[in-house]
C-alpha cells in the first residue's frame, strides 16, 4: 500500500486496544516486563537512531489511513500566520509584561523577541521546505537530532500546545468580561480552596476551547478561509488600536520615572515572556503538508507573517505604553482599560472585541497546527497511533485535535495567565534553538558520506557555539552581569564558533529550494538569541519545566521506546515501502490528492 493510500473496510470511529496498543511489546503482561528487562538496549538503540525526510513526509503517511488534504497556498500561510498570532499574544501579554518587567521600555522586549523569531522562521521555512511534513520541529529534530532529540521536542510542542491553548482560552474570558464592563475575574468562579493562581475556574475557557476545535475539525479549507476573513477584520481593528493610541499619546509617560524601571534586565525578562505572542509560526510549518508547493509557499508565507507582525507588535505596546502610564496599566486587559482611562470609553468595546476575534483565530489556528503536530508525533507510534487517524471525509486528524483539546480545556480551568505563559515560553525557546542545532547538523553532515575529520571540525565548532551562548546567558543572569570581561569572553567564544563554521567546516548539503541567508551565522544567532532569552526566565519556569521533562522520560522509558523500538525493529509493508521511497520508486507524498 503506497504512503498516503486509504486503507478499505475500516471504520473510522472505533476503539479497540489493537489501536492504541498495536505493538508486541504491548500484546500481553509478560511482553511488556520482557520490554522493561530490555529498556537500556533500547534505549541505545533509540538514541542512535535517525529518520529521513522520505520516511517523515512519505512513508509514516500510511499510519494516517487517509491523506491530509493539499489545498493551501502561501497567502492562506500568511494569514494562518498571522491569525494565530496577532491578536492573541499582543493582547493577553502586553500589559501583564509592561505593569511588571519592561515598564515603558516593552517596545524594546518586543523587537528582541522579533528579532529571535524571525531568525528562527528562517530556519524553519528551510527545513519544511526539505521535509514538507505536518510534523513541523518533530519531525526536522526526528531526521537530523535523532529519536531522543524528537522525543524531548514531542514532549514539549505537546505540552506548549495544551499550555497555550489553556493561555488564550483564560484571557478570551478576561476581554468577554470587560466587554461587559466587568472586573476581568468577574466570570470566573473563585474557590478558595485551592491555590492561588489555580483558585479561579474558568468554565467559559472550555466552552471557547471546544467550539473553535471542532470549527478545525471541519476542515483545513474553511478553517483556513474563515481565518483569512477574520484576519481582514483583525487589521482594520489594529489600525484603530494603534490611530487612536497615537492620537492619546502622551511622551511623559515613556519616561516617568524612567524608560527602563526594571532595568535592561527586566526587558530581556519580558522578552522571552512575550516570545509567546510570536509562536503562532510554527504552526504554518505544520502545514506543509496541505500546502500546494511547500517549497514556495511556506518560506514566502512564514517570512512574510512574521515581519509584519514584529511591526505590528511593536507599534501596539508603544501605543499602549504611550496612552496611559506603566504602573497604572491593567495586566489582564490593558488596551480595553486603557482607552477607558484616556476618555474613549466606547472603544474600549471596539478594541475587547478585537482581542475577542485575535484570541478565537489564534485558537482556530493552533487547534490546526497542534493536531497536525501530535498527528505526525502518533504516526511513529511516541504516543499510540490511534492519535494519527485521518477522517476521511474531513481530511483532519478529529482524535488529536480532540486530545489536545481535553488536555487544554482541563488546564485552561483552573491555571491562571501568568503560571501558563511561563511554562509555554520555554518550551517554545528550547525547542527553536533546537531546530537551529538541526539546521546546522543538515547542513554540514550527512550520515556516511561526511569524512570524519569534517565531522569533528563541525562538532567542536558547533559546540563552541552552544556552549558560548549558554554562558552568555547564564553570565548576564549571574551576580556578575555589570561586568564586561565575561560578555567579551563568551561574544569571542560565540563569533569563534560561527567563523569556525563558516571557514573551517564544509558544509555537506546544498537546499533544494529555498535556503537560509548568511549560513552558518543566522542560525547559529538563533541559538543564541533563543538560550538567552530561556536564561531570562525566572527560577519557577525551569522548576516546572523540569518536572514536565521528568515525567516526560519516565512515559518514553515505560512505553515511547518500547513502541518505536518495536515499529523499527518489524518487518513490515511500511519498511517496503520505505526501501521504495529511498530508491525514487514512491515519491514522498505524491499519493495526496491537489
Not at 529498556?39 to 533509540?46: A, G, I, K, Q, S
Not at 491530509?68 to 492573541?88: E, I, K, N, T, Y
Not at 493562581?197 to 475539525?217: E, H, K, R
Not at 494519527?388 to 483532519?396: D, K, S
Amino acid at each position: 500500500m503506497a504512503a498516503g493510500e486509504p486503507q478499505q473496510g475500516r471504520r473510522y470511529w472505533r476503539w479497540s486496544k489493537a489501536d492504541f496498543f498495536p505493538e508486541p511489546s504491548f500484546q500481553s503482561w509478560r511482553a511488556y516486563g520482557g520490554a522493561l528487562a530490555a529498556t537500556v538496549p533500547r534505549l541505545r538503540d533509540r538514541v542512535a537512531a535517525r529518520s529521513s525526510e522520505a520516511v517523515e513526509a512519505g512513508t509514516l503517511l500510511a499510519e494516517s489511513e487517509n491523506p491530509l488534504r493539499r489545498c493551501l497556498s502561501w497567502v492562506d500561510l500568511a494569514f494562518l500566520g498571522f491569525g494565530s498570532v496577532v491578536g492573541s499574544g499582543v493582547f493577553v501579554l502586553t500589559g501583564q509584561e509592561a505593569r511588571f518587567d519592561a515598564g515603558p521600555a516593552i517596545p524594546l522586549a518586543y523587537a528582541a523577541a522579533g528579532f529571535s523569531a524571525l531568525l528562527s522562521s528562517f530556519c524553519y521555512a528551510e527545513l519544511a521546505t526539505e521535509i514538507p511534513s505536518a510534523g513541523g520541529s518533530f519531525s526536522y529534530l526526528r531526521v537530523e537530532l535523532g529519536d531522543m532529540a524528537a522525543f524531548l521536542a514531542a514532549g514539549n510542542i505537546l505540552l506548549e500546545a495544551v499550555v497555550g491553548a489553556a493561555g488564550l482560552g483564560r484571557s478570551w474570558t478576561s476581554y468577554l468580561a470587560a466587554l461587559f464592563g466587568l472586573d476581568t475575574d468577574a466570570l470566573r468562579i473563585h474557590v478558595p480552596a485551592l491555590a492561588e493562581g489555580f483558585n479561579l475556574l474558568d468554565p467559559i475557557a472550555v466552552v471557547v476551547l471546544i467550539c473553535t476545535s471542532a470549527l478545525a475539525m471541519s476542515g483545513a479549507r474553511l478553517t483556513s478561509t474563515i481565518n483569512s476573513l477574520a484576519s481582514v477584520i483583525g487589521i482594520v481593528i489594529i489600525a484603530f488600536v494603534v490611530g487612536a493610541g497615537f492620537s492619546h499619546f502622551h511622551s511623559s509617560n515613556l519616561v516617568e520615572p524612567t524608560f527602563f524601571p526594571f532595568g535592561a534586565a527586566g526587558v530581556f525578562r519580558a522578552a522571552a515572556v512575550v516570545y509567546w505572542s510570536y509562536t503562532g509560526f510554527d504552526m504554518v510549518a505544520t502545514m506543509a503538508e496541505e500546502t500546494k508547493n511547500p517549497g514556495r509557499d511556506v518560506p514566502l508565507g512564514l517570512l512574510s507573517s512574521m515581519s509584519a507582525i514584529t511591526v505590528v507588535y511593536c507599534a501596539m505596546s508603544l501605543a499602549l505604553v504611550g496612552m496611559q502610564r506603566y504602573s497604572e496599566i491593567d495586566p489582564n486587559a490593558a488596551y480595553s482599560v486603557a482607552f477607558a482611562a484616556t476618555g474613549l470609553k466606547w472603544a474600549r468595546y471596539v478594541v475587547a472585541l478585537g482581542a475577542l476575534k485575535g484570541m478565537t483565530s489564534g485558537l482556530l489556528v493552533g487547534a490546526l497546527g497542534q493536531a497536525r503536530y501530535t498527528t505526525q508525533i502518533a504516526r511513529t507510534h511516541m504516543i499510540p497511533p490511534y492519535f494519527a487517524l485521518v477522517h476521511p471525509r474531513t481530511g483532519t486528524p478529529v482524535y488529536a485535535t480532540m486530545a489536545v483539546t481535553l488536555g487544554a480545556a482541563c488546564v485552561a480551568l483552573f491555571s491562571s495567565l501568568d503560571v501558563l505563559a511561563s511554562v509555554s515560553s520555554i518550551s517554545t525557546l528550547f525547542i527553536f534553538a533546537l531546530v537551529a542545532v538541526a539546521l546546522l547538523v543538515r547542513r554540514y553532515y550527512v550520515a556516511g558520506k561526511t569524512p570524519a575529520k569534517q565531522l569533528r571540525t563541525f562538532l567542536a565548532f558547533l559546540a563552541l557555539v552552544v556552549l558560548s551562548s549558554i554562558g552568555l546567558s547564564a553570565y548576564y543572569n549571574s551576580r556578575y552581569a555589570r561586568r564586561w570581561p565575561g560578555y567579551a569572553v563568551f561574544g569571542v567564544g560565540w563569533a569563534a564558533g560561527a567563523a569556525g563554521l563558516a571557514l573551517a567546516a564544509k558544509q555537506q548539503r546544498q537546499p533544494k529550494v529555498y535556503g537560509v541567508p548568511l549560513m552558518p551565522w543566522l542560525p547559529a544567532m538563533s541559538v543564541a538569541t533563543n538560550l538567552f532569552l530561556m536564561g531570562s526566565l525566572g527560577s519557577m519556569a525551569y522548576l516546572r519545566f523540569g518536572i514536565c521533562t521528568v515525567a516526560m522520560l519516565v512515559y518514553y522509558v515505560l512505553f515511547g521506546v518500547h513502541a518505536t523500538y518495536d515499529v523499527a525493529h518489524s518487518a513490515t509493508a511500511a519498511d517496503v515501502v520505505a526501501e521504495n521511497v529511498e530508491q525514487g520508486k514512491i515519491v514522498p507524498g505524491s499519493t495526496l490528492p491537489a
